[in-house]
């Protein structure tokens, strides 16, 4: 698994590489971030934001997939849980990477 303490050893300059890597990560994150929030805000109404009671996720979900007409939503909300479930047990096996 690569990791900041593998990279470090990889280059000429470690530290202008890493420094460097995660600027570039962050803004590309942050325009992933903000495309993402655009398309909630072109693919869903703002009275249906604002009274549905349910996640924007949900609703963009629905709007773009038509969920309900498939009956998907239990599948996605299991994938939903797996992709989360993928997330803790990253954390949990994280420290055992540093030693």
């Known amino acids: 698994m690569l990791s900041?303490?593998?990279?470090?050893?990889?280059?000429k300059d470690p530290v202008r590489t890493i420094k460097r890597a995660g600027f570039i990560?962050?803004?590309?994150?942050?325009?992933?971030?903000?495309?993402?929030n655009l398309a909630y805000v072109a693919a869903i109404s703002r009275a249906d934001i604002r009274n549905s009671g349910k996640l924007v996720a949900a609703l963009f979900f629905q709007a773009s997939l038509?969920?309900?007409n498939l009956g998907l939503?239990?599948?996605?909300?299991a994938w939903l849980l797996l992709a989360h479930l993928e997330t803790l047990l990253v954390m949990i096996s994280l420290p055992n990477d540093l030693v």
């Open 4 to 11: 900041t303490y593998s990279a470090k050893s990889a280059g």
């Open 25 to 36: 990560s962050l803004a590309i994150m942050t325009i992933i971030y903000f495309l993402v």
């Open 66 to 68: 038509r969920l309900d």
């Open 73 to 77: 939503r239990k599948y996605c909300q």
